[in-house]
Nanobody, 125 residues
Framework: VQLQASGGGLVQAGGSLRLSCEVSLRTTSTTVGWFRQAPGKEREFVAAIFRWNAGRTYYGDSVKGRFSISKDNAKNTVFLQMDSLKPEDTAIYYC???????????????????WGQGTQVTVSS
C-alpha cells in the first residue's frame, strides 16, 4: 500500500488549504488518518475516516470546527480541508492508513501500518 500526500504550502493566518492523500490500495475497512508534526513536538492526531465504507469521521481537539476530512471513492483519495488556519497549525502533515484499527486506537499513530511522505504546511502570522 502506498500513500501519496500533496497540497501543502504557505498561507496566511485565516486562510485555507486542502491536502490530498491518494491511497494505492484499500479495503472496505481501511481507516485513513492525518497526523502532523511540528518542529520539536510529537506527532499529533488531526483527523481520520474510520473504516472506508462506513466513512465515519473523527477529529483532534485542536482542529475541530476548522478542519474537515472527506473522501472520493472513485479516486481512492482522502482530502483534508483546512480553514481558519493558525500559525500553530504549521507542521509537516502525514497521511496514514491501517486495516485493523478499532475506534479507541484511532488517534494512535502506532496503529497505522502505512504512511505517506508528508507535506509541509506553513501558516504565517
Amino acid at each position: 500500500v502506498q500513500l501519496q500526500a500533496s497540497g501543502g504550502g504557505l498561507v496566511q493566518a485565516g486562510g485555507s488549504l486542502r491536502l490530498s492523500c491518494e491511497v494505492s490500495l484499500r479495503t472496505t475497512s481501511t481507516t485513513v488518518g492525518w497526523f502532523r508534526q511540528a518542529p520539536g513536538k510529537e506527532r499529533e492526531f488531526v483527523a481520520a475516516i474510520f473504516r472506508w465504507n462506513a466513512g465515519r469521521t473523527y477529529y483532534g481537539d485542536s482542529v475541530k470546527g476548522r478542519f474537515s476530512i472527506s473522501k472520493d471513492n472513485a479516486k481512492n483519495t482522502v482530502f483534508l480541508q483546512m480553514d481558519s488556519l493558525k500559525p500553530e497549525d504549521t507542521a509537516i502533515y502525514y497521511c496514514a492508513a491501517g486495516d485493523r484499527l478499532i475506534l479507541s486506537t484511532l488517534n494512535n499513530e502506532r496503529n497505522y501500518q502505512y504512511w505517506g511522505q508528508g507535506t509541509q504546511v506553513t501558516v504565517s502570522s
